[in-house]
Nanobody, 121 residues
Framework: QVQLVESGGGLVQPGGSLRLSCAASGSIVSIYAMGWYRQAPGKQREWVATITTGGSTNEATSVKGRFTISRDNAKNTVYLQMSTLKPEDTAVYYC???????????????WGQGTQVTVSS
């Protein structure tokens, strides 16, 4: 069974930076896309950024130029470098993997457990 472990969330002041990580384990053969979503209190979960196996990236307009997504295929890990954070970036951030093939299974989508990011002075 593929498992995800997220880390890097926390409390940061406006204008600050944080780096989120999401590591996948479990006899993984391939992962097509890795990404991040977020859900603020009282709001629906929204897409933040995605990176494919080939390294193509896409970010939501609200974070473009401030957030950078990257991945280490050898480690099956995806990162989200967040800079110039704003209070409206406060949310639970979820790692998302698409088309995950392991030695024992194939899953279209896998979600992480979420990590809290709070931007406040």
């Amino acid at each position: 069974q593929v498992q995800l472990v997220e880390s890097g969330g926390g409390l940061v002041q406006p204008g600050g930076s944080l780096r989120l990580s999401c590591a996948a384990s479990g006899s993984i053969v391939s992962i097509y896309a890795m990404g991040w979503y977020r859900q603020a209190p009282g709001k629906q979960r929204e897409w933040v950024a995605t990176i494919t196996t080939g390294g193509s990236t896409n970010e939501a307009t609200s974070v473009k130029g401030r957030f950078t997504i990257s991945r280490d295929n050898a480690k099956n890990t995806v990162y989200l470098q967040m800079s110039t954070l704003k209070p409206e970036d406060t949310a639970v951030y979820y790692c998302n993997l698409e088309r995950v093939r392991s030695a024992y299974s194939y899953e279209n989508v896998i979600w992480g457990q979420g990590t809290q990011v709070t931007v406040s002075s």
